[in-house]
DNA sequence: TTAAAACTGTTCAAAAATGAACAGTTCTTT
DNA sequence: AAAGAACTGTTCATTTTTGAACAGTTTTAA
């Protein structure tokens, strides 16, 4: 059938164009990261946690899908660095929660700013979008992540 | 200025959905590299080289972003593995040229069937997508990584 | 033609990321 | 309430990734 194999060649090409996206994406987000003296998955977390202001440890592994051996370590240079604090829950001695401190929002802020972040770099790359191309990229991202985080969440595979 | 203040917090917004969707590839890509004995810099190479068969080392640094000592190291398992042809460039004793076997090949479409592979769970997900969202994703994409490509790549930064 | 500089890829020690085992806690079931 | 199962996070040995030094080649320019 014609159609089909047109299909699967338009998935193809998307994964691509997003991976095109990604591999530049990851080149600054490492760059951003070693300029701060942070690793990829701490600059992760600080992102991740950063419009919450708090979050538990638990909630920063679902939403990074990072390993929990990963996140352990990272969190803990965060918090040996004072960007992080970290205290047991209340009434739940097994959670952590996690916060930024203010050395840690103002070390965000600072990030944004510097020049040749992913962040400025990135700002720069959308610029000349219009309103209406924006909303439909949000919108269209928006649907594929949703698919995608609701697979595989379900059976097996956790965090390990 | 209340809109170069909309600007910055629509980039924000931007930067995320492609964060959110690229976690999530991510995280595939890694499970169907290492349901195939890959590591993702391997996977991420046969993917390269796929529609053109064979390449030059040195390009596929330069489209993968990959340190050069990575690169090297996956390339030589890919060969081990009988995936990739490696054969110097004739007229030039510095340059390898790789090929796709055609194992390689046969590897590559293998992996494009699997059930809960990248690619399976991404047609999935782009299913549902009309004619227009897919060209629009493809054509602001496509303008998004073309900027970040040239960004960078000129100056100090190369693939040490 | 040479010497110096730039290029391409490899090697290897160091750094980063991860799985597996674990320790302590909480929840369930009896 | 006691035993067992499930949860949350840490530790540590192993694996993966990477930067720096290098070896060999080609280009530049003296």
């Known amino acids: 059938m014609g159609s089909e194999n047109q299909k699967l060649m338009r ?11 990604q591999k530049n ?16 998955p701490q600059y992760s977390i600080l992102m991740t946690i950063a419009p919450h202001k708090e979050m538990l440890q638990k909630s ?3 939403k990074t899908f990072l390993p929990k051996s990963t ?4 969190v803990d240079g965060l918090v040996q660095a004072g960007w992080l604090n970290r205290q047991q829950v209340e009434g739940n001695r097994r ?3 996690l916060s930024l401190s203010e050395k840690g929002e103002a070390f965000i802020k600072t990030i944004h700013l510097q020049e040749g972040s992913i962040h ?8 000349s979008l219009t309103e ?18 609701a697979q595989g969440a379900g059976q097996g595979e956790g965090t390990k």
Chains 1, 2 share one sequence.
Do not use: P
């Not at 994406?25 to 990829?40: G, I, P, Y």
């Open 120 to 127: 400025q770099v990135f700002r720069s790359a959308v610029e």
């Open 132 to 149: 209406k191309q924006c909303d439909e990229l949000l919108e269209t991202h928006q649907r594929i992540a949703a698919y995608l985080e």
């Open 11 to 21: 998935s193809t090409q998307l994964l691509r164009s997003f991976w095109n996206v």
């Open 60 to 62: 920063l592994g679902e």
């Open 25 to 40: 994406l990851m080149r600054f987000v490492q760059k951003t990261a070693v300029e701060n003296d942070l690793s990829v």
């Open 71 to 74: 996140l352990s370590q990272a």
């Open 95 to 97: 959670e952590m929660q």
